[in-house]
Nanobody, 121 residues
Framework: QVQLVESGGGLVQPGGSLRLSCAAS????????MGWYRQAPGKQRELVAG???????NYADSVKGRFTASRDNAKNTVYLQMNSLKPEDTAVYSC???????????????WGQGTQVTVSS
């Protein structure tokens, strides 16, 4: 079993910054891709940022230049640094990790519990 624990959400004024963290633990043999998704009320969930095991990143066009994804492989943790936040960034942010658990040859996908980010004055 693999558990993901997210932290770092909250309320911030427009132009402010937040840093999200997502730590994976449990029966992990290896971690492949890690990523952050968000879902705003009435909208579909969208990929915000992804990062591969080698550190390559990709971002939604709406966050390029403002958000930065990074990972600490020793801690099985992925981060999302969010700068210059806008009201339209308000959403529930969830991390997703693709893992090969011990005793398995399959890559499995796990989700964090989600953390609310609200950008408002």
């Amino acid at each position: 079993q693999v558990q993901l624990v997210e932290s770092g959400g909250g309320l911030v004024q427009p132009g402010g910054s937040l840093r999200l963290s997502c730590a994976a633990s449990g029966s992990i043999f290896s971690i492949y891709a890690m990523g952050w998704y968000r879902q705003a009320p009435g909208k579909q969930r969208e990929l915000v940022a992804g990062i591969t095991s080698g550190g390559s990143t990709n971002y939604a066009d709406s966050v390029k230049g403002r958000f930065t994804a990074s990972r600490d492989n020793a801690k099985n943790t992925v981060y999302l640094q969010m700068n210059s936040l806008k009201p339209e960034d308000t959403a529930v942010y969830s991390c997703n990790v693709k893992v090969v658990p011990y005793g398995s040859v399959e890559v499995k996908s796990y989700w964090g519990q989600g953390t609310q980010v609200t950008v408002s004055s």
